[in-house]
């Protein structure tokens, strides 16, 4: 195949003038071939599928990304609301498609209705709504003080049940300057409550207040709720310290606990209601939720039923007397069922270029959301020999020429086969190999599948289109082999996990694929942290590094951090003060800082609460003083651990390129100058002036 780009070439392309690149810019819309920064607000992505009891209605919601070149105002991305009917002529038809943003989808008991969370424009909380599959408008249902979380109707639909926090108290003395709060110290934990549809005179009650209630399930009867719940509201005690109570719904007894043994998933009663399937890690130490469990009802005896099994499942549904599982094993992934012991009953045919990520069942209609590397998340439905897709979100990729994407496998230095997932220009590689970039994914509890892997931070398609190999690898830590292979990076921060991504580097140059002193990285939070420490530590194996919300010093992270039960609990193993503290300064980037010479890009949110701003600070002005290294440190100011608006993603995308097209290009040096701060945003944005405010549709 022969690929051609719109974007100026690879070697010294910002050196060119703004000018320059808003004319190459220009002409991109009816000329380019190849996936580009500017399409990403294009990509449509379908999610949060739910099917009616009778199998009759499937909804689920497609993301909208705001498009800043369009015209769009900034913001998150819109979502919009479809419904697919069953039937061999089914055909999604579109709900609901203004800015409201729509989320947790249940349809009613008989499936004429669709209940939804929005917060609309006269709405000042997060509110309950509904619509009839009938057709016609939206209709808000009730609204409480404070926004709603979880919730569930009866399946007469006379009551509603939902978790939130109790108003807090208005303070005067806020309007006259005194805005001091106390850190972790508000109280107000968020409860269960109960209240009558229909009824505008109705109050709310509290069902159950024995801790912190983040989501629960109704059981098909009506007569119980099992209920995740916290100790406090603490994200921390979130991650770690949740179990489940199974509540008696007319007294708000608790009937039984379910001591979970470590991380919580999603979880859901079975049809008779006298299990609970759940998704949980296996102990304390298990640093993910995807091994499935069954608990008994009445004594709350938890069953583990895949402990060893090499997989992570992310999603389940109880299907008759079985569990459905979603689980993926590697790369790839598949739909299995399993029997309440554990033992499997069938493995579902799926095709083999899809990854699947989550399921639904309606009176044996199953419709699931997948991607492939050719497609985003799009709405399929699985008989039992067969999968159907059934939507087509992003019609306009057919005329894009997207790469290649291939499993890349590879054993490192102790032996250990390690996987990951190769992106590279079509044709023979140049003399010397591609230049690569390493995107290294977070946690390190997650991991890559072969699917779509495009996107604002993650490069991509994008990437390749100017002349680049992506590597995505799956180093230890990563979720997807089994808890075993997840646990292998703990008790040893920046050790084997990264020599890993050095030995991938490696075995891709082995493989004359990619030029081995043109090589980038990057990623973000955990990914952030190998950025960094591939920057210092490393810095003779990596050209250039960007950094997005990433980990510079440990010990300060500790301190900073919201999850530092969660860190030593899964990662560290051990406290700070347990022998500690010169391991873990060791293992951070700003130990390392003046063997900096690789280049480096920090970008940081100003609100991020998981890993603060400040670490991006302190490695900054390490390097910064002790070397003479290119170092930039850009902040998004209202951005947490990640970045969420529009203008902010379309920011970091180009400057991700920017920096690596300035010091991979075949002339660079380690002493390259920088690139320009000014990224020339007021050119691209020039449409804005003509068309301000309006909204691109499906």
Same mark, same amino acid.
């Given at each position: 195949?022969?690929?051609?780009?719109?974007?100026?070439?690879?070697?010294?392309?910002?050196?060119?003038?703004?000018?320059?690149?808003?004319?190459?810019?220009?002409?991109?819309?009816?000329?380019?071939?190849?996936?580009?920064?500017?399409?990403?607000?294009?990509?449509?992505?379908?999610?949060?599928?739910?099917?009616?009891?009778?199998?009759?209605?499937?909804?689920?919601?497609?993301?909208?990304?705001?498009?800043?070149?369009?015209?769009?105002?900034?913001?998150?991305?819109?979502?919009?609301?479809?419904?697919?009917?069953?039937?061999?002529?089914?055909?999604?038809?579109?709900?609901?498609?203004?800015?409201?943003?729509?989320?947790?989808?249940?349809?009613?008991?008989?499936?004429?209705?669709?209940?939804?969370?929005?917060?609309?424009?006269?709405?000042?909380?997060?509110?309950?709504?509904?619509?009839?599959?009938? *057709?016609?408008?939206?209709?808000?249902?009730?609204?409480?003080?404070?926004?709603?979380?979880?919730?569930?109707?009866?399946?007469?639909?006379?009551?509603?049940?939902?978790?939130?926090?109790?108003?807090?108290?208005?303070?005067?003395?806020?309007?006259?300057?005194?805005?001091?709060?106390?850190?972790?110290?508000?109280?107000?934990?968020?409860?269960?409550?109960?209240?009558?549809?229909?009824?505008?005179?109705?109050?709310?009650?509290?069902?159950?207040?024995?801790?912190?209630?983040?989501?629960?399930?109704?059981?098909?009867?009506?007569?119980?709720?099992?209920?995740?719940?916290?100790?406090?509201?603490?994200?921390?005690?979130?991650?770690?310290?949740?179990?489940?109570?199974?509540?008696? $719904?007319?007294?708000?007894?608790?009937?039984?606990? $379910?001591?979970?043994?470590?991380?919580?998933?999603?979880?859901?009663?079975?049809?008779?209601?006298?299990?609970?399937?759940?998704?949980?890690?296996?102990?304390?130490?298990?640093?993910?939720?995807?091994?499935?469990?069954?608990?008994?009802?009445?004594?709350?005896?938890?069953?583990?039923?895949?402990?060893?099994?090499?997989?992570?499942?992310?999603?389940?549904?109880?299907?008759?007397?079985?569990?459905?599982?979603?689980?993926?094993?590697?790369?790839?992934?598949?739909?299995?069922?399993?029997?309440?012991?554990?033992?499997?009953?069938?493995?579902? +045919?799926?095709?083999?270029?899809?990854?699947?990520?989550?399921?639904?069942?309606?009176?044996?209609?199953?419709?699931?959301?997948?991607?492939?590397?050719?497609?985003?998340?799009?709405?399929?439905?699985?008989?039992?020999?067969?999968?159907?897709?059934?939507?087509?979100?992003?019609?306009?990729?057919?005329?894009?020429?997207?790469?290649?994407?291939?499993?890349?496998?590879?054993?490192?230095?102790?032996?250990?086969?390690?996987?990951?997932?190769?992106?590279?220009?079509?044709?023979?590689?140049?003399? *010397?190999?591609?230049?690569?970039?390493?995107?290294?994914?977070?946690?390190?509890?997650?991991?890559?599948?072969?699917?779509?892997?495009?996107?604002?931070?993650?490069?991509?398609?994008?990437? $390749?289109?100017?002349?680049?190999?992506?590597?995505?690898?799956?180093?230890?830590?990563?979720?997807?082999?089994?808890?075993?292979?997840? +646990?292998?990076?703990?008790?040893?921060?920046?050790?084997?996990?990264?020599?890993?991504?050095?030995?991938?580097?490696?075995?891709?140059?082995?493989?004359?694929?990619?030029?081995?002193?043109?090589?980038?990285?990057?990623?973000?939070?955990?990914?952030?942290?190998?950025?960094?420490?591939?920057?210092?530590?490393?810095?003779? @194996?990596?050209?250039?590094?960007?950094?997005?919300?990433?980990?510079?010093?440990?010990?300060?992270?500790?301190?900073?951090?919201?999850?530092?039960?969660?860190?030593?609990?899964? @990662?560290?193993? +051990?406290?700070?003060?347990?022998?500690?503290?010169?391991?873990?300064?060791?293992?951070?980037?700003?130990?390392?800082?003046?063997?900096?010479?690789?280049?480096?890009?920090?970008?940081? *949110?100003?609100?991020?609460?998981?890993?603060?701003?400040?670490?991006?600070?302190?490695?900054?002005?390490?390097?910064?003083?002790?070397?003479?290294?290119?170092?930039?440190?850009?902040?998004?100011?209202?951005?947490?651990?990640?970045?969420?608006?529009?203008?902010?993603?379309?920011?970091?995308?180009?400057?991700?390129?920017?920096?690596?097209?300035?010091?991979?290009?075949?002339?660079?040096?380690?002493?390259?100058?920088?690139?320009?701060?000014?990224?020339?945003?007021?050119?691209?944005?020039?449409?804005?002036?003509?068309?301000?405010?309006?909204?691109?549709?499906?």
């Amino acid at each position: 195949m022969t690929k051609t780009t719109s974007r100026l070439p690879l070697k010294k392309v910002f050196k060119a003038s703004i000018i320059a690149a808003s004319l190459a810019f220009a002409g991109f819309a009816s000329a380019a071939e190849s996936f580009e920064i500017e399409h990403l607000p294009k990509v449509k992505h379908a999610g949060n599928i739910t099917v009616s009891a009778d199998g009759k209605h499937t909804a689920y919601t497609v993301s909208n990304p705001r498009d800043m070149l369009a015209g769009d105002k900034d913001g998150t991305a819109d979502t919009h609301l479809y419904v697919i009917g069953s039937g061999k002529n089914a055909k999604p038809i579109k709900f609901i498609g203004n800015k409201d943003g729509v989320s947790s989808l249940q349809f009613s008991a008989d499936g004429e209705t669709l209940f939804f969370k929005s917060k609309r424009e006269d709405d000042k909380m997060t509110s309950l709504y509904s619509i009839s599959m009938s *057709g016609g408008e939206a209709i808000k249902r009730f609204e409480f003080e404070t926004s709603i979380g979880d919730y569930a109707v009866s399946e007469d639909g006379s009551t509603l049940y939902f978790v939130a926090r109790e108003k807090q108290k208005e303070d005067d003395l806020k309007k006259k300057g005194f805005k001091a709060y106390v850190y972790e110290e508000d109280q107000r934990l968020a409860s269960l409550w109960s209240v009558a549809l229909g009824d505008s005179e109705a109050k709310a009650t509290k069902l159950f207040e024995g801790g912190n209630v983040s989501n629960f399930d109704l059981s098909q009867d009506n007569k119980m709720i099992v209920a995740a719940v916290a100790p406090t509201n603490l994200i921390d005690d979130y991650y770690m310290q949740r179990d489940l109570h199974v509540i008696d $719904v007319n007294s708000g007894d608790v009937i039984a606990t $379910v001591d979970i043994p470590g991380k919580l998933g999603s979880f859901e009663f079975s049809e008779n209601g006298k299990h609970i399937g759940l998704l949980a890690g296996t102990d304390i130490h298990d640093s993910s939720n995807g091994v499935l469990m069954v608990a008994d009802t009445k004594s709350g005896k938890l069953t583990q039923l895949t402990p060893d099994a090499e997989q992570h499942i992310v999603d389940i549904d109880w299907m008759g007397k079985d569990i459905l599982a979603v689980a993926h094993r590697g790369v790839e992934s598949a739909v299995v069922l399993y029997e309440t012991d554990g033992d499997i009953k069938r493995t579902y +045919k799926t095709p083999e270029d899809i990854v699947v990520r989550s399921a639904d069942i309606g009176k044996g209609e199953i419709r699931f959301i997948a991607d492939s590397p050719k497609h985003p998340r799009e709405v399929f439905e699985l008989t039992r020999s067969k999968a159907t897709k059934l939507t087509n979100n992003n019609t306009w990729l057919k005329d894009i020429e997207l790469a290649s994407q291939s499993t890349f496998s590879f054993k490192a230095r102790d032996g250990r086969t390690v996987e990951g997932l190769l992106m590279q220009p079509s044709g023979d590689a140049p003399a *010397g190999g591609w230049p690569l970039i390493m995107a290294v994914h977070g946690g390190p509890e997650a991991h890559y599948s072969d699917g779509w892997l495009t996107g604002y931070s993650t490069a991509g398609q994008y990437a $390749v289109a100017d002349g680049y190999a992506v590597y995505y690898p799956n180093y230890r830590g990563s979720t997807g082999r089994g808890v075993a292979f997840a +646990k292998e990076h703990q008790n040893d921060y920046a050790g084997a996990e990264f020599n890993d991504l050095v030995d991938g580097v490696d075995a891709l140059a082995e493989a004359g694929v990619i030029n081995r002193d043109r090589v980038g990285i990057t990623g973000a939070s955990y990914g952030g942290y190998a950025s960094m420490w591939g920057a210092t530590a490393l810095s003779e @194996h990596f050209a250039a590094s960007v950094a997005f919300v990433g980990i510079s010093n440990q010990v300060s992270k500790f301190g900073t951090s919201d999850i530092p039960n969660e860190m030593q609990l899964v @990662h560290s193993l +051990k406290w700070p003060w347990e022998d500690n503290w010169m391991n873990l300064l060791e293992r951070s980037p700003v130990f390392h800082a003046g063997k900096a010479k690789t280049p480096i890009l920090i970008l940081h *949110g100003e609100e991020d609460t998981r890993v603060h701003p400040g670490q991006s600070m302190e490695l900054y002005r390490s390097i910064k003083v002790r070397t003479e290294t290119p170092v930039r440190l850009v902040f998004y100011p209202g951005e947490g651990h990640g970045n969420r608006k529009a203008a902010a993603q379309y920011d970091y995308a180009l400057r991700l390129m920017r920096w690596m097209d300035t010091y991979l290009s075949e002339d660079a040096t380690r002493t390259t100058p920088m690139p320009e701060f000014d990224l020339g945003m007021a050119d691209r944005l020039k449409k804005d002036d003509e068309s301000e405010g309006s909204s691109k549709d499906d």
